[in-house]
């Protein structure tokens, strides 16, 4: 069970991370959203899982690729957000939430299969 440490610090880094990536989108010349669906932080503070969903879905694999390139940069601008809320700025790990996708396939499986009534 998360303690309310946990969810405070993981609702900050969600909070930075989604201006963060607004402000790229803002700066970038493509269409890309990246949302920060959530973020879970474990006991110790030490580590951040965050989960990112990215659209259009073409841009994914590349757009996760530069985000782990770029890891230490994101723990660096972490740090100096949180640098006076946490002792010890958590390892950041980032994963592709897809739940969004399994909702919208879901959706179209069911809607096709009120065309097609079975006899």
Do not use: C, W
Request: a neutral charge; proline letters at 3%.
């Amino acid at each position: 069970m998360e303690s309310n440490r946990q969810r405070k610090v993981a609702q900050i880094i969600q909070e930075d991370f989604a201006e963060l990536f607004r402000k790229q989108a803002a700066e970038s010349k493509q269409t890309i959203l990246v949302t920060v669906s959530d973020v879970k932080v474990t006991a110790d503070l030490g580590i951040a899982k965050i989960y990112l969903s990215i659209y259009p879905q073409e841009h994914r694999k590349a757009i996760m690729k530069e985000i782990e390139e770029n890891k230490t940069q994101y723990r660096n601008f972490l740090g100096q957000k949180m640098a006076k809320q946490v002792r010890v700025i958590p390892q950041l790990n980032f994963y592709l939430d897809t739940s969004l996708d399994d909702v919208e396939r879901i959706e179209k499986e069911l809607k096709g299969e009120g065309d097609n009534p079975v006899l």
